[in-house]
């Protein structure tokens, strides 16, 4: 007697046959879905389509639309990348990706490129991608992963697997070539077929592809210099330092050095921070108003009380306004798509008030400047502000470098400042660190410690909170005079000791079970980094607490 199943997909349960793939699942469901099919949710955990049903189980499909399988996606066209450029140039060339960038990856090469060599990489990919070439999941100790990626040279991902605890590792086979990903990887190159290449300079180039914050389309490239040159500045620092990865911090750590490159990382920090100071002072005739905003968690309120401290030692007299003190009247708060209240669109802001009361601020005029009550939705005007002659307004909020704000006070009174976390550390060549992943880690744990919140409270808000930014603080990143990268380079190992237990907490029942064990496996790769080292005024503390800025 065969042996059945019952799954559940898309509301409709079916009797399948015990031991069923989900890739011969997934056929009968292509049509659905506007691009392949490459992961699948079961039972809240998400699995690779080799998986076997074995069990009844609710079965959600996958592709790259969703955050799963945009990684999934984005993990594979890097694998098909690097085979193809190894056919075309030879074992020892390779690739180091470096960052994200325009809603893509800029990946730099150990050889010269030129516009022909990159027209002859996606030539080579798409033979490999039309082949259909499997991709196949191999399970081996740990050991022997060590010994094996030292035997083709690749010792930055032998230390990936030094400091990897779990005993066996799972490596990915592509042709004759065995490679480690972080991220689960699709069944074969056929399914991920939906990329573009841009050469950049003549080692770097960028891996373009869908994501649904462009609508699931590939975004045609625009130069954004200001962030280049930012990731290069830290880029080069973490050379000067010896620390480009995962494995170098890790070794920083295992000599007992960790306290020096603190000290050296926090010194650099706020010698960048009093430079922006000094800077503002030199023009102090002329800006009046020095606007800041970057998105979640990076660092935003400790950056501009910190400013405030530098601007007042160069004799200046900051005055801060949150534009969050601005919102209109709760009642004709504007309604989004989903028919819930949007506060994050610009809309929710009284730009009328807020534009009228600065530009009678800078005539020297005295204004009831309101705070915002959010207990009853409305602002109570309680405090009277004037501006004097050392006085210089700075004003934070997520629509501060917005080109739409204050458009009746002259740009060169303006001093703009975009804040973010820009992680310059990968894990490997091959394996990057996410930007977003950082200032996730640093949200759970100050909503946990500040306001109470569980770790699926915190990733429940994300895409929200993720969406929110990616329509209202990314765009104007360009319009910064200076961008702040509140990233420091030893951070995800003090932030390991602070939200793993956390992590711990989310039960295997639920549905963010998945994105919590994502988090643990990922800080599995860090040595825990304890924070007695930190000083008061650092960024870190804004997070894991005992803060020389907190209220």
């Not at 027209?119 to 990919?125: F, G, P, Y």
């Not at 996730?440 to 759970?444: E, K």
């Given at each position: 007697?065969?042996?059945?199943?019952?799954?559940?997909?898309?509301?409709?349960?079916?009797?399948?046959?015990?031991?069923?793939?989900?890739?011969?699942v997934?056929?009968?469901?292509?049509?659905?879905?506007?691009?392949?099919?490459?992961?699948?949710?079961v039972?809240?955990?998400i699995?690779?389509?080799?998986?076997?049903?074995k069990?009844d189980?609710?079965i959600e499909f996958?592709?790259?639309?969703?955050?799963?399988?945009?990684?999934?996606?984005?993990s594979?066209?890097t694998?098909i990348?690097?085979v193809?450029i190894?056919?075309?140039?030879?074992?020892k060339?390779?690739?180091?990706v470096q960052?994200?960038?325009?809603?893509?990856?800029y990946?730099e090469?150990?050889?010269?490129?030129?516009?022909?060599?990159i027209?002859?990489?996606?030539?080579?990919?798409n033979?490999?991608?039309?082949?259909?070439?499997?991709?196949?999941?191999?399970?081996i100790?740990?050991?022997e992963?060590?010994n094996?990626?030292?035997?083709?040279?690749?010792?930055?991902?032998?230390?990936?697997?030094?400091?990897?605890?779990?005993?066996?590792?799972?490596?990915?086979?592509?042709?004759?070539?065995y490679?480690?990903f972080?991220?689960l990887?699709?069944?074969?190159t056929?399914?991920i077929?939906?990329?573009?290449?841009t050469?950049?300079?003549e080692?770097?180039?960028?891996?373009?592809f869908?994501?649904?914050?462009i609508n699931?389309?590939?975004?045609?490239?625009?130069?954004?210099?200001?962030?280049f040159?930012?990731?290069k500045?830290?880029?080069?620092?973490?050379?000067?330092?010896?620390i480009?990865?995962?494995?170098?911090?890790n070794?920083?750590?295992?000599?007992g050095?960790?306290n020096?490159?603190?000290?050296?990382?926090?010194?650099?920090?706020?010698?960048?921070?009093?430079?922006?100071a000094?800077?503002?002072?030199?023009?102090?005739?002329?800006?009046?108003i020095?606007?800041?905003a970057g998105?979640?968690?990076?660092?935003?309120?400790?950056?501009?009380?910190k400013?405030?401290?530098?601007?007042?030692?160069f004799?200046?007299?900051?005055?801060?306004l949150?534009?969050?003190?601005?919102?209109?009247?709760?009642?004709e708060?504007?309604?989004?798509?989903?028919?819930?209240p949007?506060y994050?669109c610009?809309e929710?802001?009284?730009?009328?008030?807020?534009?009228k009361?600065?530009?009678a601020?800078?005539?020297g005029?005295?204004?009831?400047?309101?705070t915002f009550?959010?207990?009853?939705g409305?602002?109570d005007?309680?405090?009277e502000?004037?501006?004097?002659?050392?006085?210089?307004?700075?004003?934070e909020?997520?629509?501060?470098?917005?080109?739409?704000?204050?458009?009746n006070?002259?740009?060169?009174?303006?001093?703009?400042?975009?804040?973010?976390?820009?992680?310059?550390?990968?894990?490997?060549?091959?394996?990057?660190?996410s930007?977003?992943?950082?200032r996730?880690?640093?949200?759970?744990i100050?909503d946990?410690r500040t306001?109470?919140?569980?770790?699926?409270?915190?990733?429940?808000?994300?895409?929200?909170?993720?969406?929110g930014e990616?329509?209202?603080i990314?765009?104007?990143?360009?319009?910064?005079?200076?961008?702040?990268n509140?990233a420091?380079?030893?951070?995800?190992?003090?932030?390991?000791?602070?939200v793993?237990?956390?992590?711990?907490?989310?039960p295997?029942?639920?549905?963010?079970y998945?994105?919590a064990?994502?988090l643990?496996?990922f800080?599995?790769l860090f040595?825990?980094?304890?924070?007695?080292?930190?000083?008061?005024?650092s960024?870190l503390?804004?997070?894991?607490g005992n803060?020389y800025?907190s209220?």
């Open positions: 007697m065969i042996e059945k199943v019952e799954v559940k997909i898309n509301g409709k349960t079916y009797q399948l046959t015990k031991g069923i793939t989900l890739e011969e997934s056929h009968d469901f292509e049509k659905d879905f506007k691009y392949p099919i490459l992961l699948a949710k039972n809240n955990r699995r690779e389509l080799t998986f076997a049903l069990e189980a609710e996958l592709d790259l639309t969703s955050r799963e399988g945009n990684r999934c996606h984005i594979g066209l694998y990348l690097i193809a190894k056919k075309l140039y030879g074992k060339a390779d690739i180091i960052h994200s960038l325009d809603k893509g990856i990946i090469t150990n050889f010269k490129l030129t516009k022909e060599k027209e002859a990489i996606k030539s080579t990919m033979s490999i991608i039309k082949a259909d070439m499997p991709i196949t999941k191999v399970t100790d740990r050991i992963a060590i094996y990626f030292d035997e083709i040279g690749d010792h930055t991902k032998a230390g990936v697997m030094k400091y990897n605890t779990n005993t066996y590792i799972n490596l990915y086979r592509l042709g004759n070539y490679n480690y972080y991220n990887m699709s069944i074969s056929e399914r077929k939906d990329y573009d290449l050469y950049i300079k080692n770097g180039f960028l891996l373009r869908p994501t649904v914050y699931n389309k590939i975004k045609e490239y625009e130069p954004h210099p200001n962030m040159d930012v990731f500045e830290y880029r080069d620092w973490a050379k000067i330092m010896n480009e990865n995962s494995v170098s911090l070794e920083v750590v295992s000599k050095k960790i020096d490159l603190i000290k050296i990382d926090e010194t650099l920090q706020s010698n960048r921070l009093l430079n922006v000094k800077e503002i002072s030199s023009k102090k005739n002329k800006i009046k020095v606007l800041l998105p979640s968690s990076s660092g935003k309120t400790t950056t501009s009380k400013l405030c401290m530098y601007l007042e030692s004799g200046l007299n900051p005055k801060v949150s534009m969050d003190d601005y919102f209109v009247e709760r009642s708060n504007p309604v989004g798509k989903d028919g819930k949007d994050e610009l929710a802001v009284d730009l009328k008030l807020f534009d009361q600065i530009a601020l800078l005539k005029e005295t204004v009831k400047a309101p009550n959010f207990q009853i409305k602002k005007f309680n405090k502000l004037q501006l004097q002659k050392n006085d210089i307004l700075v004003i909020g997520i629509h501060a470098l917005d080109r739409k704000i204050l458009t006070i002259p740009r060169d009174k303006k001093y703009k400042i975009y804040i973010s976390a820009l992680t310059e550390l990968n894990m490997d060549n091959h394996n990057r660190i930007t977003t992943d950082n996730l880690l640093r949200r759970i100050r946990n306001r109470g919140h569980s770790v699926e409270h915190t990733l429940a808000m994300w895409p929200s909170v993720r969406a990616e329509k209202y990314f765009p104007y990143q360009d319009e910064a005079d200076y961008t702040v509140s420091l380079i030893y951070e995800l190992g003090v932030l390991k000791t602070y793993e237990p956390l992590l711990y907490s989310v295997s029942t639920s549905s963010y998945e994105e064990k994502r643990i496996d800080l599995r040595l825990p980094i304890p924070s007695d080292a930190i000083p008061q005024d960024i503390r804004e997070f894991i803060s800025f209220d």
